[in-house]
């Protein structure tokens, strides 16, 4: 009978419900990315200072302007003679710039950046920029886009092996994933099939 089809069939369309709805979510989410890997595909914005404020006044004074800075760093040299007959000498290590700049391009992401600084003197030694398809953008390395959250391990890891706390050899056992941890992984114990890491191995 049709009444009997009709409230047979109202379950079905329920069940249906919290799937039509995932799906939504599902593609809103989608678009969001989309948009917003658009919107980083355009050129970035300088930043808005030439170089620092204390003790670098000079060096803008002379025309060490954005752009010459921008043109300096995307070619990886250590000096440039600016258009006053003044020189310009940054502390990139050229050799280091270029070697990274190639591995970039080995494997081609979509956006890369790299920046090594000397611990001891705060020397920047390396500052590369990378688009896919090989286009170096140096504007890339002095953006703040997404936060370097990373970094907070390095320090910490540094600071443990200058206070004598740990050695880069030694290894820890953890459990989860090796790209991220959570509260169980947190205090794990020693054990069969438990899998261990040295501090060095972990952070190369």
């Known amino acids: 009978m049709p009444g009997e089809e009709d409230v047979s069939?109202?379950?079905?369309?329920?069940?249906?419900?919290?799937?039509?709805a995932a799906a939504t979510i599902v593609v809103a989410g989608w678009g969001v990315a989309r948009a917003v890997l658009a919107e980083n595909r355009h050129q970035l914005s300088p930043p808005t200072r030439s170089?620092?404020?204390?003790?670098?006044?000079?060096?803008?004074?002379?025309?060490?302007t954005p752009k010459a800075l921008y043109?300096?760093?995307?070619?990886?040299?250590?000096?440039?003679?600016?258009?006053d007959g003044t020189r310009v000498s940054l502390t990139l290590n050229e050799e280091l710039q270029a070697r990274i700049f190639e591995l970039f391009r080995c494997?081609?992401?979509p956006y890369g950046v790299f920046a090594a600084m000397e611990p001891d003197t705060g020397r920047v030694l390396a500052l590369v920029g990378y688009r896919r398809g090989g286009e170096p953008d140096p504007w890339l390395a002095?953006?703040?886009?997404?936060?370097?959250?990373?970094?907070?391990?390095?320090?910490?890891?540094?600071?443990?092996i200058e206070r004598g706390n740990v050695s880069p050899d030694e290894?820890?056992?953890?459990?989860?994933?090796?790209?991220?941890?959570?509260?169980?992984?947190?205090?794990?114990?020693?054990?069969?099939?438990?899998?261990?890491?040295?501090?060095?191995?972990?952070?190369?």
Not at 71 to 83: C, E, I, K, S, W
Not at 142 to 160: D, F, G, N, R
Not at 192 to 200: A, C, I, T, W
């Open 9 to 20: 069939g109202r379950p079905y369309r329920r069940g249906l419900f919290p799937l039509f």
């Open 51 to 64: 170089a620092p404020e204390a003790g670098h006044k000079v060096a803008a004074e002379h025309g060490f």
């Open 71 to 83: 043109a300096l760093v995307q070619a990886g040299r250590q000096d440039a003679v600016l258009a």
């Open 107 to 109: 494997f081609d992401p």
């Open 142 to 160: 002095l953006k703040a886009i997404y936060p370097a959250a990373s970094l907070i391990k390095v320090i910490t890891a540094s600071a443990a």
């Open 171 to 204: 290894e820890f056992s953890y459990r989860g994933g090796i790209y991220g941890i959570s509260r169980r992984g947190l205090h794990a114990r020693d054990g069969r099939g438990v899998p261990k890491m040295s501090l060095e191995e972990a952070i190369a």
